[in-house]
């Protein structure tokens, strides 16, 4: 049986499917949810983060890394939220990006587009490909892996 998806998740609503929380919940909400073949988020960066205090004072840049990260979440989100997906008393967690590319600096005032739309599981392991897009503009794409864990 899988999953209705009728409407935006808010916050609320993802970190109850989520482990993570603020100051590093960099996810805001679920826009689109197809069970076991997509989804995207969105996390809207508002300049009040405090990284960037020094990344990089009087020019703001979100740290690449943290758009992988976002990408993570994202993927959690999807192993958690699918049918058939990620049990819920395991942990997933990030093991590594494959296949990186940045291609536009994300700064306060741009709302990041999150989306997974590839995606391979062999027992407790997943890899995920997915972009980051600001507007119309592609902003970051790669391959991520994630394991779960007891």
Not at 9 to 20: D, F, G, M, R, S
Not at 29 to 50: M, P
Not at 72 to 98: H, M, N
Request: hydrophobic share 40%; net charge negative.
């Amino acid at each position: 049986m899988s999953r209705e998806f009728t409407r935006a998740l808010t916050t609320k609503e993802v970190e109850e499917i989520i482990p993570h929380r603020e100051p590093f919940r960099f996810l805001d909400s679920i826009i689109e949810f197809e069970d076991g073949v997509r989804a995207t988020g969105v996390y809207t960066v508002t300049g009040k983060e405090a990284l960037f205090e020094g990344h990089f004072p009087g020019r703001p840049i979100f740290p690449g890394v943290l758009l992988l990260e976002s990408l993570a979440q994202l993927g959690v989100f999807f192993a958690r939220y699918s049918t058939g997906g990620c049990p819920p008393e395991k942990l997933i967690v990030f093991t590594g990006a494959d296949e990186v590319k940045f291609r536009r600096a994300v700064v306060p005032g741009d709302q990041i587009r999150i989306s997974m739309n590839e995606w391979k599981k062999r027992g407790p392991f997943w890899k995920l490909n997915g972009d980051i897009r600001v507007g119309d503009e592609l902003a970051m794409s790669a391959m991520i892996t994630a394991a779960e864990i007891d």
